[in-house]
C-alpha cells in the first residue's frame, strides 16, 4: 500500500520532450503507476481560443487536487506544476524535460503524425500557454530551474536512455542506490 513516503517523480517538458514516452518507460523500469498530465495539446489549443483567466482558477484547484491525490499512489507525475505543488514532499524528485526547439518540433510532429509545420505552430502555442497558465494560477514560473533537481535535454536521447538516467536518479534519491 503506498504511502506518503513513496517515490514521486515529477516530469514538466517543453513541447516534443517526449514526456509521455518517457513517463511509461520509467513508470515500467521502477514499477511505479504513471499519472497523465491535464491538458492535450487540443484543449490546450482550445484554452487558447477562450477566456483563459475564467478556466485558470478552475484548473488550478483540479490539478494541485490530482497531483496531491497522485502523490498519495506515488508514481510519475506528467505536468499538472507538480514541481510546484509538491516542492516540499520529501522522497520525490523533480525533473524538467527539454530540448532544442527544432528536434522537439520535429520528435512531436513525428509522435503525432502532423506535417512539421503544424508542430511548430504547436510548440510555440504550447510552451507559452503552459507557462502562463502556471504564471496565472500559481504565480510560478515552470521555466525557473530552481524547481527541478535535473533538467534532461531530450534532443540526442532516444527514450529509453532519458528513461533509465530519470530511472537511476530516482533511486538514489530514495536511498535504493
Keep these: 500500500m503506498p504511502t506518503t513516503d513513496s517515490l514521486v517523480i515529477t ?3 517543453t513541447y516534443g520532450s517526449n514526456m509521455e514516452a518517457v513517463a511509461t518507460r520509467v513508470g515500467e523500469i521502477l514499477g511505479i503507476p504513471v499519472h497523465g498530465q491535464g491538458l492535450s495539446s487540443d484543449e490546450i ?15 488550478a484547484r483540479r490539478s494541485a487536487a490530482a497531483v496531491e491525490e497522485s502523490a498519495r499512489a506515488g508514481g510519475v507525475i506528467q505536468g499538472r506544476n ?11 524528485l523533480h525533473v524538467k524535460l ?21 508542430a511548430v505552430k504547436r510548440q510555440e502555442l504550447e510552451d507559452d500557454v503552459r507557462v502562463r497558465m ?40 530514495g536511498g535504493l542506490l
Design 45 to 59: 489549443a482550445e484554452l487558447a481560443a477562450s477566456d483563459r483567466t475564467r478556466v485558470t482558477a478552475d484548473l
Design 11 to 13: 516530469l514538466w517538458e
Design 98 to 118: 527539454d530540448g532544442i526547439a527544432e528536434r522537439r518540433a520535429r520528435r512531436a510532429a513525428e509522435l503525432a503524425g502532423i506535417p512539421f509545420g503544424e
Design 134 to 173: 502556471s504564471l496565472e494560477a500559481f504565480q510560478w514560473d515552470p521555466r525557473d530551474i530552481e524547481a527541478y533537481d535535473a533538467i534532461v535535454n531530450t534532443s540526442f536521447q532516444d527514450t529509453e536512455e532519458t528513461a533509465q538516467f530519470i530511472a537511476v536518479m530516482a533511486r538514489v534519491r
Design 82 to 92: 507538480g514541481a510546484f505543488i509538491l516542492r516540499d514532499r520529501p522522497n520525490t
